[in-house]
């Protein structure tokens, strides 16, 4: 009889209002499978439930063997009572009464050999599986000792490690360089615009300014003639307009790379300056805090390794190592024996066959029954343990977790573990970059470890030190610099000046159309003349001349006093003609001038083109600068109030990377890792399938034996009650 006492045990406890306890609850049913709810875990009703389900699998083999085992005895007693043929036979047995029950028992027999076989094969393989599993178990004792007592040693490692801190810390102050980096940047396009406006000034503006005086100069010859032309201010002086505005903003523009030179220089130095005074305040707050926080832990385990270490030396391992081959070895041995002996036995009754020896049937018949009970007892044992095995590889991790979950919960503990999963897997899955730190607390260790808190004092120090990184009052100057520049101001376009100006010259030119009027020319006088001359000489010689030929014309030839007005004629021509030429070359001159200053008027509105095309690009670039100093002084600000933070995140990353180093080689967890893997290979999939075809084959075994029994009973009357003559082995 079982009694059943109901009992709380407190697991754990603290200061939650609902700690974790463990109840034996009421049984209500048979359960086929392992509680998977908190709740149920940790009810003993629910587990007596699932053990009544493993019971009842040990139970059947049982009940099978006595069903067996009864029913042969009453078989054996009613033969003996003449009920199933126990009576001496009428007639004598012949070799064909032979034939079924020799038959029955040969099928038997090659059942028993490849269940034997079956069964000796998956012993052999679990023999292998078993050592692989002591082997491992012992290796993974050895280096879990190993990796204990190094373990002892991690806090005075890592706060010597530490020490070398400040020396990794270039790269988050190189964050700051790179923040200030667009200075030089800004620089450059300072450097560059003031050289384009330098190279506008020295070319363009001269280029335009000749220009201008070459204007000056023919519209001075104009002038003296022509009434309207254009004055001397109605074209724009280039030079005195333009020059000091582009001078002025070139001055703003070295004054504004001055002082972005004097940002970089400053920034050069307040690194440098900052980074020893972190260097400092890392030397005497973090170093020294990262040790004690692991103190804790040392504590612990140093008590741990004291009480296991008695049990953990060489002798002791190898004395288990000695002890688990032997037994491993007696247990093989056994199986051998046992299923070899389930066909010697039968050995017997055929011996008793062939020599007509019932004595022979009659013993392989007792030791059938005897031996019956050997294998049920291997299947009750045996299926049984496959049920927990299996339930235990694919339930006990979710198990284990959830339980595990729920006490790190209820503790009261400055240093905060992952959740059971999360550290059941980090071990199940750890690398050889990984360590017992990285596996029980995170990836984030340091800071589950409350270091983090501990620096938080840090925090306004870093602010304080890296608030002389602020160089917005030197940027400020740099834009108002750029600002006063006023590039996008300067004027170079004159066109509407220079096309004025070339109106008004065509309207004082327009009389150039025409030589009357210049030098005293008159265009009918002129034709007159030639007219007058062609009428005389035509109706004297009958030639015609023009003013290209006239001089061929000879008053002399002719009689008086044709010849004095022949020569008045030609005389009258020729005075024409030399009044046209002057006329004609006062014209072209004035018309040369009256090209050239078109020329130069055109070349202006050209020149004014390009210096409004180059203004354009240089006022872009201005506006760049000033927007790149806006977005440095923002970027400025934002690191120097994301400083702090991202100071303390990078420390802790690096003084990771700094215990990382350590611990991956000083609590290294590979093994453990390694040892899960190898106990779910050779235990949860090796050992555990071969318990199962075990037993199923010891189970098989029985019962055939059982049905042996019964053919051996009715065999051995048989060879009793045999004809005189011998029995040849060889059935008919």
């Not at 007693?77 to 070799?95: A, E, N, S």
């Not at 030190?465 to 004159?494: E, G, M, R």
Request: glycine fraction near 6%.
């Amino acid at each position: 009889m079982i009694i059943i006492t109901t009992t709380n045990v407190v697991l754990a406890q603290s200061n939650s209002s609902t700690p974790l306890t463990f109840t034996l609850g009421q049984v209500k049913t048979v359960r086929t499978t392992w509680p998977s709810t908190t709740q149920d875990i940790m009810d003993g009703g629910k587990w007596i439930e699932y053990g009544i389900y493993v019971a009842i699998m040990a139970v059947i083999p049982l009940i099978l063997g006595l069903f067996g085992y009864m029913a042969g005895i009453i078989f054996y007693l009613f033969r003996c009572c003449g009920v199933c043929g126990g009576r001496k036979p009428d007639i004598t047995y012949q070799r064909k009464h032979l034939v079924i029950p020799t038959t029955i028992l040969v099928l038997l027999y090659c059942g028993f050999i490849a269940l034997a076989a079956v069964g000796i094969g998956f012993s052999a393989q679990g023999s292998a599986n078993i050592r692989t599993t002591f082997t491992a178990t012992l290796s993974f004792v050895s280096d879990a000792n190993s990796t204990v007592m190094k373990v002892t040693t991690i806090g005075d490692t890592i706060t010597s490690k530490l020490s070398t801190l400040p020396d990794k810390l270039d790269p988050l102050l190189n964050q700051a360089t790179q923040v200030v980096s667009p200075l030089g940047t800004i620089s450059s396009i300072i450097s560059s615009t003031t050289t384009q406006l330098q190279t506008f000034n020295s070319t363009n503006i001269i280029t335009m300014n000749a220009r201008v005086a070459s204007i000056n100069s023919n519209l001075n010859t104009l002038r003296a003639n022509f009434s309207g032309v254009p004055t001397t201010s109605d074209i724009p002086d280039i030079y005195s307009l333009v020059t000091p505005a582009v001078n002025s903003g070139v001055s703003a523009l070295q004054s504004a790379n001055a002082t972005i030179a004097t940002a970089q220089s400053d920034v050069v130095k307040n690194i440098a300056n900052i980074k020893q005074q972190i260097n400092s305040t890392l030397s005497t707050q973090l170093t020294p805090a990262i040790g004690p926080a692991l103190d804790g832990i040392k504590v612990q385990v140093n008590q741990i390794q004291s009480q296991i270490a008695p049990y953990l030396n060489q002798q002791v391992l190898k004395d288990a190592s000695t002890y688990s081959s032997l037994a491993e070895n007696i247990r093989i041995a056994l199986s051998v024996i046992f299923f070899g002996w389930c066909c010697m036995i039968y050995v017997f009754a055929f011996l008793g066959v062939i020599f007509r020896k019932a004595c022979c049937v009659q013993t392989t018949t007792v030791l059938a029954f005897l031996s019956t009970w050997v294998f049920f007892l291997f299947a009750i044992i045996q299926i049984p343990a496959y049920i927990l095995i299996t339930d235990t590889c694919t339930q006990g991790p979710k198990t284990l977790s959830l339980v595990g979950d729920q006490l790190i919960g209820q503790l009261n503990m400055t240093i905060k573990f992952q959740n059971v999963s999360s550290i059941m897997n980090s071990i199940a899955t750890c690398g050889k970059n990984d360590s017992l730190l990285t596996a029980v607390l995170g990836k984030n260790y340091l800071t589950s470890l409350g270091i983090d808190s501990q620096l938080s004092s840090m925090t306004s120090t870093f602010q304080s030190q890296i608030s002389s990184f602020d160089i917005s009052s030197l940027t400020t100057t740099a834009k108002n610099s750029v600002k006063n520049a006023n590039i996008s101001s300067i004027k170079t376009d004159y066109s509407a000046d220079i096309m004025s100006a070339k109106t008004k010259l065509a309207n004082a030119t327009s009389s150039l159309g025409s030589l009357d009027g210049f030098s005293g020319f008159n265009q009918t006088l002129y034709n007159v003349a030639i007219d007058n001359l062609n009428a005389f000489t035509y109706s004297r010689t009958g030639k015609l001349y023009s003013y290209y030929n006239y001089t061929l014309f000879d008053p002399s030839t002719l009689p008086n006093p044709d010849n004095t007005q022949g020569q008045n004629l030609k005389d009258a021509v020729a005075y024409q003609n030399n009044t046209y030429t002057t006329a004609y070359n006062d014209v072209v001159k004035f018309n040369n001038s009256v090209n050239a200053i078109n020329a130069g008027m055109n070349g202006l509105l050209s020149d004014f083109s390009a210096a409004s095309s180059v203004m354009a690009s240089l006022s872009t670039l201005s506006s760049s600068i000033i927007t790149q100093i806006d977005l440095l002084a923002t970027n400025v600000q934002t690191f120097i109030a994301n400083f702090p933070n991202d100071a303390m995140t990078f420390i802790l990353s690096v003084a990771t990377d700094l215990v990382n180093s350590l611990t991956s080689d000083i609590a290294q967890c590979t093994f453990m890792s390694s040892f899960i893997q190898t106990m779910g290979t050779n235990v949860c999939q090796g050992i555990n399938l071969q318990l199962l075809i075990s037993g199923v084959v010891c189970l098989a075994i029985g019962l055939l034996m059982n049905v042996g029994c019964f053919t051996t009973l009715v065999l051995a009357k048989r060879v009793k009650y045999q004809s005189n003559h011998r029995v040849h082995p060889r059935v008919d």
